[in-house]
């Protein structure tokens, strides 16, 4: 994710974008302008009302970054997610996905399989009876060669860490590894990029450490792109850059260090900070010579730490402290 370098012109002709993105070979994703409407007709097909879901959001997001969105309910996340993997289009503007324009009819399926998707609820994603068959579905679907399809299942399953569960009947796994299944199955159409918008919001503390895990090590070691969409700020902080939108708009990105530095603004927004980023916040409001942005607690023990070594040689040199 970098930042907007110049001021494009606002009317753009898809060719000029998908020649720019490709000439920006980094980029796996390069929205200008991205908008959505939300509309709705009366029985004559007339338009009754227009709402405004996604308001001109710039994108431009590298190949192998893990990004997290944040964002208030209804902020136009989803939306924007869903247009990424082609299950939406712009209302105006336009987005490129791997090279692709996602209006692009007859590569809609390119584009689906370039960026997947992870959803809230495992249980309606998963259609298969049995673990490894359900991962299977995506590849079957793609006319992957049988032999080629079950070497990827399996690569996928211990991406996951799953592959133990391969025989199972998906029902009876915990939430997390239902999700893990789910991120296996797009795993197995080698995408390079996947969306997961809220995939860890139905988990329990355990299962959602897992998913984390999981997203994490496919970004590391398989270089995947990473979008991902949550509430959970232990989440937030582990991602290369921050998106926030509000309103449809993306408000602020940066650093996870460089968002959180940003307290009272999130709280305009109505967004959580990380805890120990608040009480650092407030220790620092009351005077306390702690760094902004603080993300975890052992930076705040070490700001802590640093404090009271300072006070001390303070201490020291003060005649009337030093006789004590
Ligand atoms: N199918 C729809 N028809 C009309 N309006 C919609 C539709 N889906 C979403 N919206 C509206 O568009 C706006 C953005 O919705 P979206 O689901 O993208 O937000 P979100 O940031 O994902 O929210 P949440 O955190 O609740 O998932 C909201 O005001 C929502 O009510
Ligand atoms: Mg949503």
């Not at 009754?48 to 997290?68: H, K, N, P």
């Not at 070497?151 to 569960?165: A, F, I, N, P």
Request: net charge negative; with cysteine; proline share 4%.
């Amino acid at each position: 994710m970098k930042k907007k370098k110049s001021t494009k012109p606002a009317v753009q002709t898809a060719e000029s974008a998908v020649k720019r993105a490709a000439g920006r070979e980094q980029d796996i994703i390069v929205g200008e302008k991205v908008s959505y409407d939300y509309i709705t007709y009366d029985d004559d097909g007339n338009e009754e009302s227009r709402y405004r879901a996604v308001d001109g959001v710039d994108l431009e997001i590298e190949e192998g970054d893990f990004i997290a969105i944040l964002g208030h309910n209804g902020s136009g996340k989803s939306t924007l997610a869903k247009q990424i993997n082609a299950l939406l289009l712009p209302s105006e503007g336009m987005l490129i996905v791997d090279g692709m324009d996602t209006r692009s009819e007859d590569q809609v399926w390119k584009i689906r399989q370039s960026a997947g998707m992870v959803f809230q609820n495992p249980d309606n994603q998963i259609i298969g009876t049995v673990v490894d068959e359900d991962v299977a579905f995506g590849p079957e679907n793609l006319g992957v060669e049988k032999e080629e399809i079950w070497k990827r299942v399996e690569k996928s399953l211990r991406s996951v860490g799953m592959w133990e569960y391969r025989s199972h009947s998906p029902n009876r796994l915990s939430g997390g590894q239902k999700q893990r299944v789910a991120i296996a199955g797009v795993v197995a159409m080698q995408p390079k990029c996947i969306v997961l918008d809220e995939p860890t919001a139905m988990l329990d503390p355990v299962g959602r450490s897992e998913v984390l895990e999981t997203v994490l090590e496919l970004n590391r070691t398989q270089k995947v792109t990473i979008l991902l969409i949550t509430h959970y700020m232990e989440e937030v902080i582990r991602a290369d850059h921050v998106i926030v939108m509000d309103e449809g708009k993306v408000v602020m990105q940066g650093t996870p260090r460089e968002i959180f530095s940003r307290v009272e603004e999130l709280r305009r927004l109505r967004l959580d900070v990380p805890q120990v980023t608040e009480l650092a916040y407030e220790l620092r409001k009351e005077g306390l010579d702690i760094r902004p942005g603080i993300l975890t607690i052992e930076e705040l023990t070490m700001e802590l730490r640093r404090i009271r070594a300072a006070a001390r040689g303070t201490a020291a040199n003060e005649p009337a402290l030093r006789k004590r």
